[in-house]
């Protein structure tokens, strides 16, 4: 049974501190994927890493993977008010692109 | 840009009642996914198809059944309902190596 353990599992922060959120495995992933979701909606995609090391950036938010594909993290810099929510990891595995999700990091920024 | 529709987005049933939950994608997608959603657990997969006419199961089967006549359409069926399955279920959808689209989920209360 493939597991992906997420943490912290609740973070609250004021505007302007950064952040990490961790996402780990025992198990190797084809990618990794990280979602966000608002209150009465859907994940919605924020980023997908590949590659081992590799390292992507979406304004200030800046996801790793892991040199072995087990791990990734989630980092924030600067967080606002508007980064406020519930941010998901997803490893596909198995073909048809299938995912295993992590438990969530329910996040509040406050002013 | 419907996307992922589901339906209802609400439903309160009482133990052993059976309801269908209906998944519409307008995005010509082969493959779609149920999810069940439940506080502190991530989502968790249900049953995905890759086809129409194709079904298989994923990590939390019991007690569901679904189908997927129509290309763009999937049902997910509780045929007695248990307290046990009050969740946020998520329908989601996705071609050969693109990411997952999800629906805005449904909310089911079972007492």
């Known amino acids: 049974t493939q597991l992906l353990e997420q943490s912290p599992q609740f973070l609250s922060i004021q505007e302007g501190e950064n952040l990490t959120v961790y996402c780990n495995s025992s198990?190797?992933?084809?990618?990794l994927q990280w979602y966000r979701q608002e209150p009465g909606e859907g994940p919605v995609l924020l980023v997908t890493?590949?590659?081992?090391?590799e390292v992507k950036k979406l304004k200030r938010l800046t996801f790793q993977f892991g040199d072995a594909r087990k791990d990734s993290s989630l980092h924030i810099t600067a967080a606002q008010p508007g980064d406020t929510g519930l941010y998901l990891c997803a490893g596909a595995f198995g073909g048809y692109n299938k995912l295993i999700f992590g438990a969530g990091t329910r996040l509040a920024v406050h002013p | 840009n419907a996307g992922v529709t589901q339906t209802p987005k609400f439903r309160v049933l009482k133990t052993g009642q059976s309801m269908t939950l209906l998944c519409a994608q307008d995005?010509?997608?082969?493959?779609m996914y149920w999810y069940r959603q439940d506080p502190g657990m991530g989502l968790r997969l249900i049953h995905y198809s890759v086809g129409e006419g194709t079904t298989a199961k994923g990590e939390v089967p019991d007690g569901y059944n679904v189908s997927r006549l129509k290309k763009q359409n999937f049902l997910l069926g509780l045929e007695s309902a248990a307290p046990s399955q009050t969740s946020v279920y998520f329908c989601?959808?996705?071609?050969?190596?693109?990411?997952?689209?999800f629906g805005d989920g449904t909310r089911l209360s079972i007492l």
């Open positions: 198990s190797v992933f084809s990618s």
């Open positions: 989601a959808s996705s071609s050969r190596n693109q990411p997952q689209h």
């Open positions: 890493v590949v590659t081992g090391g």
């Open positions: 995005m010509n997608h082969e493959y």
